[in-house]
């Protein structure tokens, strides 16, 4: 059995318990990650990397909100986290070898975050923003367990936050209507009647929260640009950002045409740089094709020749 398969076990049998005694799986989760950090119980496993840990815990995580999921609180899965790892490296390759600010302002489970932390080891400051308690609680074990150091706050990322401007924003978008509608009223984007769209605040909160030339690297629903909002949107956008890529992402990876996603990325406008020639469009093909996906990554390699 792999390394991560005994984690996973051991986890897993803990959170059971802890479910038929106590509380949820989920809950049970969260209390067997903090045993293990609090030296309660030793793992069954000598020195797993920070990916088999990773991997572990996601496991354990994904089949607690199976038990208990509502679509906004899905993490994001590794084949998404490892793409955007992927264009963070195409527009960041020189910045970081220094290392860069990162900001997830709807963190969850912090797999997203940790996906790209991981893969890209070391290089990155990362701040996550998350308002759901248990999950935040998850992502922080979650951290300490897999050492990536992250700093965390709970709150509603649409109001203020205690952040500096980053370098880059990384975030699997919410969906859905914000309940604060005298918080909206702060944003541009807040809607002119009726209530206004996290996804769009939230956008603009994080447009908000990066430096002048900064990139932001969001996954967004497809229909983004179909709503009866969506003509404010493009507007705010045209005024604040450059549109750098839209990335059609392959049908097999959602469950249904209303789940299917996008990776949308854009740059904050500085007066020190210039919009990219022409707008990176492009579709993810299925991802085990190897042929396939070597042509995707020529055609962005061709892109950043002529564009970054
Ligand atoms: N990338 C995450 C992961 O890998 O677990 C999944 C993010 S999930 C699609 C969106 C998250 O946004 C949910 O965890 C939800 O609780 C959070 N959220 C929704 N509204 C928020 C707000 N106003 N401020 C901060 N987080 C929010």
Sequence with gaps: MEKFEQLFNFINKQAEEYEKSQSTYLEGVLDTLSGIIDGEYVLPVKEATKEEMRKAIQLAILKGMRKSSQPNHQMTPDSLGLLIAYFVEQFFEEPLKQGITVLDPAL??????????????????????????LLIRLAGE???????PIQLYHQDALQP?????????????????????????????????????????????SINYTKDGGILIF????????????????????????????????????????????????QKKSDELRPPKEVLLAKVPNMSNKEAMLLFFEKIKIWKENNL
């Design 142 to 148: 979650t951290a300490e367990l897999i050492e990536q």
């Design 108 to 133: 969850g489970t912090g797999n997203l975050m940790f996906t790209i932390m991981n893969k890209l080891d070391g290089k990155i400051h990362a701040t996550g923003v998350e308002v759901d308690e």
């Design 161 to 205: 936050m205690l952040v500096d401007p980053v370098d880059a924003v990384i975030c699997d978008l919410p969906v859905g209507f914000y309940p604060n509608e005298e918080v909206a009223l702060e944003y541009e984007l807040c809607a002119k009647e009726g209530m206004s769209y996290t996804h769009h605040l939230l956008i603009e909160q």
């Design 219 to 266: 996954l967004i629903p497809s229909t983004l640009f179909k709503s009866e909002q969506a003509p404010d949107l493009h507007k705010y956008l045209k005024k604040h950002a450059w549109i750098q890529a839209v990335i059609q992402l392959p049908e097999n990876m959602f469950k249904s045409k209303v789940h299917e996603k996008r990776i949308f990325i854009v």
